[in-house]
């Protein structure tokens, strides 16, 4: 299996990168052409799939998997046993889940979209941070 870190250095020339959600809107999984770091490492291991309407035949829903989904797909639990300390936070920034200014986490996975979303880290760069942590 691949690793996690491996999988967005990859994605860095193959993915377009997003923020605020896993992937771009769509109702497709086709259509994906957008995906945030959680949203690549998803659709990398395929764990998108459609739902057909049940109201109307030619309409379909994508099925989204949660975030702890996504990390247990490559025998990670999300939640781990210390806090994680962000490698970009500077002490300045003023956010919800700060000490000091530095984002603290024991979810790996909410970490992940801190880097993605807050910090605009690319997946190359969201990759070589996991790399450096042993993911
Ligand atoms: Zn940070």
């Known amino acids: 299996m691949k690793k996690m870190s491996q999988v967005l250095i990859e994605s860095q020339t193959t993915r377009v990168q997003t923020t ?3 992937i771009n809107n769509t109702t497709k999984v086709k259509d994906i052409h957008q995906y945030c770091a959680l949203g690549a490492l998803a659709c990398e291991m395929q764990l ?4 057909q ?5 030619d309409e379909t829903y994508l099925i989204q ?20 300390e962000c490698s970009y936070c500077d002490g300045s920034y ?9 984002y603290l986490s024991r979810d790996l996975s909410d970490y ?13 760069e969201i990759g070589k941070d996991l790399e450096a942590r042993g993911y």
Request: overall charge negative; cysteine-free.
């Open 94 to 102: 003023d956010e919800d889940y700060n000490k000091n200014g530095i």
């Open 65 to 84: 998997p949660t975030q702890s989904e996504i990390l247990r797909a490559y025998d990670i639990e999300s939640i781990l046993d210390e806090n994680i």
């Open 53 to 57: 309407s049940s109201y109307h035949e």
């Open 20 to 22: 605020g959600r896993l």
């Open 48 to 51: 998108f799939s459609e739902k």
């Open 112 to 124: 992940i979209v801190h880097l993605n979303d807050y910090h605009l880290k690319t997946f190359e």
